[in-house]
């Protein structure tokens, strides 16, 4: 089924150490999306993509930085992770030409602690 | 940036009872997109309604409505006959039909369904 994942989905680490979180997705989308969300703030915009070659920040992305490997994979990197990064990531898809709404599709979401 | 407003950090309702959870937005613009996404325990975002800003006509889905208020600037989620499986975590969701894609979230409602 078309689907949106993200690995892994839950994670712990340590101050100091670069860790990577990966999304696919197989919709054929052509939109990728990075949010984080804590608790009270709701979701907020880390990085967006809207083509391999096209990389945008986004409300929040200092500390952050991502890499569109193919249309199909978007990855979020910490380089060097502090404990106020921890929350709960989400990945999201959407694609301009199936629908005027645009709207965005999830993944299961990678929930992050930083020790 | 947009800002949206969820002013009912929680809200509780009787199963079969209908409830109306509350959201504000700030824009100057004139054509948008509105969403609704439920997140249940399970942590997955999922889509429940979208409304454009040009159409005058409050989407349904079911057992989910909307009220639309262009002028107010306000767009409120009804969900009649509550099930146990409404209990969620609401999010309100702006978008812009000029600007880019960028999804702008509220805070979210919290809704707890009472046997």
């Known amino acids: 089924d078309a689907d949106v994942t993200q690995t892994p989905r839950n994670r712990i680490t340590k101050t100091g150490k670069r860790i990577m979180l990966e999304c696919s997705q197989t919709?054929?989308?052509?939109?990728m999306y990075w949010y984080r969300q804590d608790p009270g703030l709701g979701l907020r915009l880390i990085y967006y993509?809207?083509?391999?070659?096209?990389?945008n920040k986004g409300e929040i992305s200092d500390g952050y930085s991502v890499s569109r490997q193919a249309q199909a994979k978007f990855s979020l990197s910490l380089e060097s992770a502090i404990p106020n990064q921890t929350a709960l990531y989400f990945c999201?898809?959407?694609?301009?030409?199936?629908?005027?709404?645009?709207?965005?599709?999830f993944g299961p979401g990678t929930r992050l602690t930083v020790l | 940036a947009q800002t949206v407003t969820q002013s009912q950090p929680e809200m509780s309702v009787q199963e079969a009872e209908t409830v109306t959870l509350s959201c504000t937005y700030d824009?100057?613009?004139?054509?948008?997109?509105l969403f609704w996404y439920k997140q249940p325990p399970s942590r997955q975002m999922i889509l429940v309604i979208r409304?454009?800003?040009?159409?005058?006509q409050n989407a349904t889905e079911n057992r989910f409505s909307v009220n639309f208020q262009k002028a107010a600037k306000s767009f409120s989620l009804k969900i009649s006959d509550s099930q146990l499986g409404d209990a969620a975590m609401y999010f309100c969701?702006?978008?812009?039909?000029?600007?880019?894609?960028?999804?702008?979230f509220g805070t979210g409602t919290s809704l707890t369904v009472i046997p």
């Open positions: 999201a898809t959407s694609d301009r030409w199936k629908s005027s709404y645009n709207e965005q599709f």
């Open positions: 919709k054929g989308h052509d939109r």
């Open positions: 993509s809207f083509d391999v070659k096209d990389i």
């Open positions: 824009t100057s613009e004139s054509d948008y997109y």
């Open positions: 409304q454009e800003a040009y159409k005058q």
């Open positions: 969701a702006y978008r812009s039909a000029n600007t880019g894609n960028q999804f702008y």
